[in-house]
């Protein structure tokens, strides 16, 4: 399918005729109007801001109402600040002769009164809709759809489609063809840019879709997925305020994506997004450490949550034998079945492992508090139960004893005089509750014994856990006996060396597990606060000091000063204890934050224990997940929907396609389809190429080179094709193994050029290793070495199309040696 003009009429706009041109004259008019009101409304939103900003005191009711306020106002500020770019891109002509701007915001003529017709209508409300749906065989009541453009505040075209039959007898479905054309065309930035003004039917479906479960995204490369699924994000924001205060995570593929898609969404006014990788998703971990594909294959399968769990059951009091701790003058003993039954006791609560661990520890301290406590009888007492010195056992230790078990090692406070007797083996003891209360305590406290607890029933945290279970072939047989002695073996690592990206769900497991380790010292969070509140304390001993050297002596004060009312404390809370991140950057450091909804892009790539760390994230699944199973990537990724989503949500899930590919003209993509065939293993149906909106007439080429000259060879072709593209973006995607290397190679003769692990995606060439283009786009596309490609792993050939369809423009490919088979069959010709 390919973009007609049938039935539009474009206003092209030199400076010139801009004048002459009563249509512009008087829409500029009108968004001369829109723009006041938004310098109003910004004024007000600002003032307000600035009064509850500059207000104070109070009672703690005020403090929570001013912070909403501030929160209110500044979002409100944000919104309409983002407005300011193309503020108004539509026009409806309804047939009953009313019109209907559209916009990225809702405007009236009086924010107060909240009724009256709109000035603008938000592109997300209902009385928009037809601006996205109309065509000329269902026109729903439109008459004329007009695209507005604007260059700053300045109208710069028109384009009107009429939607009556006679006029149109169009019957393809596309919306807005010039703006759309327009748009796919434009010159790529090294950022995505939204796409309120020319949303397709079959993506305002999606994004509107009242769904509330879990909305799958299915559509071949180009299709606009990841559009699809930020306008979703902020339709939803729109539509559901609640949702706001639980706000939505987009999980991506790689840092260098979230930076291209970064701006959609505040864009689009929206902020309260949370933006991740897999790799980010652990609070504290930085999952930069390289590790072999096949090891992150192992890590990515479902069976590693058995094998996290039986690790975890592994520290829970391990059968090793009866357990001797030297305790004061002589030993302590527990046997294995003493162990065995307290780690039942603890884990019949269902509790996480650190919090049984309590239980357990509990439990055993009362054994080895009694065996302490007999002890010191044995010690106090003769053979038959006498005291040693003719005392009364009932009546608790006397001087002689006290002496006695002093010199033997016993610490001074359980030899105290106890509140009352213990019966111990149905006789009365010396020593009562309150006295073992104490042992307990020392034998807590004592090294041996501590030594002895950490060893049956360690408190975990999930590094501590995946670190000594990777370090220790041991371990690792016994909570993986499910994976092979060489599977295993591609998981063994010595500590240290930091955690790679498959290793995060794994710790996300573990912390599930694990629950929260009990802190050894206080958290930034409590020093800041105990520095508030001696601060606080600070300002009432001065306000305390002035009052009351106002005071004669001894006379009683009667007005009411701070300290009567308020103490440090609660002073503190007034002023410093409000939160003032943004929701964001709660969420994100908040591993248990379950967010109202969820988007997943290049769903594809993630692995079983990556969804299931992000279902946890969202207990209400309700989510919105995008990807295409032809550009897996990842050894771990997906290639059937129903098999990564059926143990989460079972059957509740539905499916929606995207069809027409917006980004990649025609002689690319069927380049890339024939790529894909060439390399399809036996039975493997044929790869459904989505159909493009455009044709260039501009060939996709390939050079062939030797192994030696490829880095001098890609470098002068990368030179060439920045100079013949004028404005726009050339990427250079290289084999990963390769990316710094030719990265260098290339950006000797293109300064301009950008690599790395997080690259500049607004340089004018950048160079990608295949992996980090996922999700991307530029006008031009130089793809080195596809053998190379194909060859690194075994979705390889799903990486050589994903290369091959990030192109808008312009597609080349440089080859050491022969092409491989399916670079031949894509482009026959080569380069003379
Ligand atoms: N309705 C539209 N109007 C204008 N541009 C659009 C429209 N839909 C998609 N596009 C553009 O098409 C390009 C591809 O969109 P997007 O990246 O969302 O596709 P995708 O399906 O996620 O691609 P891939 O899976 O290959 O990464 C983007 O430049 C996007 O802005």
């Not at 295993?488 to 995060?504: F, N, Q, Y």
Request: proline share 6%; aromatic share 4%; glycine share 10%.
């Amino acid at each position: 399918m390919t973009c007609r003009h049938t039935n539009t009429f474009n206003y092209i706009v030199s400076e010139e005729r801009q004048l002459a041109n009563s249509e512009i004259a008087r829409e500029q008019a009108y968004v001369d109007m829109l723009y006041r009101r938004l310098d109003e409304l910004r004024e007000e939103a600002a003032q307000r801001l600035a009064t509850v900003l500059r207000e104070h005191g109070g009672t703690e009711q005020a403090l929570i109402e001013r912070e909403s306020a501030v929160a209110r106002y500044a979002d409100r500020v944000a919104r309409l600040d983002a407005a300011e770019n193309r503020l108004c891109f539509g026009r409806l002509d309804m047939r009953d002769g009313r019109r209907r701007y559209i916009g990225r915001i809702g405007i009236s003529a009086d924010d107060d009164a909240g009724d009256g017709e709109p000035l603008l209508l938000d592109w997300r409300a209902p009385a928009a809709r037809p601006f996205y749906l109309a065509t000329a065989a269902a026109p729903e009541r439109v008459r004329r759809r007009r695209h507005i453009t604007l260059r700053g505040r300045r109208v710069a075209a028109l384009d009107d489609e009429l939607l009556d039959r006679e006029a149109a007898g169009a019957e393809d479905g596309l919306v807005g063809e010039a703006a759309l054309l327009a748009a796919v065309n434009a010159a790529r930035t090294g950022r995505m840019q939204d796409i309120v003004e020319t949303i397709q039917a079959e993506q305002d479906e999606i994004i509107r879709s009242d769904h509330r479960g879990v909305l799958v995204v299915q559509g071949g490369p180009g299709t606009g997925k990841t559009a699809v699924a930020l306008h979703r994000a902020a339709y939803l924001l729109y539509t559901h305020r609640h949702l706001a205060s639980r706000g939505v995570l987009v999980v991506g593929p790689n840092p260098a994506f979230l930076r291209y898609i970064g701006q959609v969404l505040p864009g689009l006014g929206e902020t309260n997004v949370l933006l991740t990788t897999v790799g980010e998703m652990f609070p504290g971990v930085v999952a930069d450490r390289p590790e072999p594909p096949e090891t992150a294959e192992i890590k990515g399968r479902a069976v590693m949550a058995e094998v996290i769990a039986a690790a975890v059951r592994d520290r829970q009091a391990p059968s090793r034998g009866d357990v001797e701790i030297p305790y004061g003058p002589g030993t302590l003993r527990l046997t294995e079945r003493d162990c065995l039954r307290a780690a039942e006791r603890a884990r019949a609560g269902r509790a996480t492992h650190n919090e049984a661990g309590r239980i357990f520890r509990r439990e055993i301290l009362d054994l080895l508090a009694r065996q302490a406590a007999e002890r010191l009888e044995a010690v106090a007492l003769d053979e038959e139960g006498r005291p040693l010195d003719g005392g009364d056992p009932g009546g608790g230790l006397t001087e002689a004893d006290r002496r006695a078990l002093l010199a033997a090692g016993y610490p001074a406070e359980l030899l105290e005089a106890g509140p009352g007797p213990l019966t111990q083996g149905g006789r009365e003891t010396m020593l009562d509750e309150a006295d073992l209360a104490e042992l307990r305590k020392e034998l807590q406290a004592d090294p041996g014994v501590r030594a002895a607890l950490d060893e049956l029933w360690p408190i975990l945290t999930p590094q501590r856990l995946l670190t000594d279970l990777f370090a220790d072939p041991g371990r690792l047989a016994t909570a993986a006996p499910m994976l092979s002695e060489q599977e295993r073996k591609l998981l063994e690592r010595p500590p240290g060396g930091g955690w790679s990206t498959a290793d995060v769900p794994l710790l996300d497991e573990a912390a599930e597990l694990l629950g929260e380790a009990p802190r050894t010292g206080p958290t930034p969070e409590e020093i800041e606060r105990a520095e508030q509140i001696a601060y606080a304390q600070g300002v009432l001993d001065i306000l305390v000091g002035s009052r009351s050297s106002d005071l004669e002596e001894g006379e009683e004060g009667e007005i009411l000063i701070a300290t009567d009312v308020i103490d440090a404390r609660r002073l503190a809370e007034r002023h410093g204890a409000a939160d003032h991140r943004t929701l964001a950057e709660r969420a994100a450091g908040d591993r248990s934050w379950a967010f109202g909804h969820v988007v997943v892009d290049e769903a594809q790539e993630l692995s079983e224990m990556a969804w299931r760390m992000i279902m946890r994230r969202c207990p209400g699944r309700s989510m919105t997940i995008v990807g295409d199973v032809a550009q897996t990537g990842d050894p771990a990724g997906t290639t059937s929907w129903d098999r990564v989503l059926r143990p989460h949500v079972g059957d509740r899930w539905r499916l929606a396609r995207l069809t027409v590919n917006y980004r990649t003209p025609a002689e690319i993509m069927t380049a890339a389809t024939r790529a894909l065939a060439a390399t399809a293993p036996a039975g493997e149906p044929e790869p459904e190429a989505p159909r493009s909106v455009r044709e260039t007439g501009v060939p996709p080429w390939r050079l062939r080179t030797t192994p030696e000259e490829l880095p001098r060879v890609l470098a002068e072709c990368a030179a060439r094709e920045l100079a013949s593209l004028g404005e726009g973006r050339l990427a250079v995607i290289v084999p990963d193994a390769r990316r710094d290397e030719l990265g260098e190679a290339i950006a000797a003769v293109v300064p301009e050029a950008s690599y790395g692990a997080v690259p500049d995606l607004e340089r004018p060439v950048v160079v990608l290793g295949v992996r980090q283009a996922k999700g991307l786009e530029f006008d031009s596309v130089l793809i080195a070495d596809p053998a190379a490609i194909l060859a690194a792993g075994p979705r390889g050939r799903n990486d050589l199309y994903v290369a091959m369809t990030r192109a808008t423009r312009r597609l080349g490919v440089v080859h050491p040696g022969p092409p491989p088979a399916a670079i031949a069959a894509a482009i026959p010709g080569e380069l003379g």
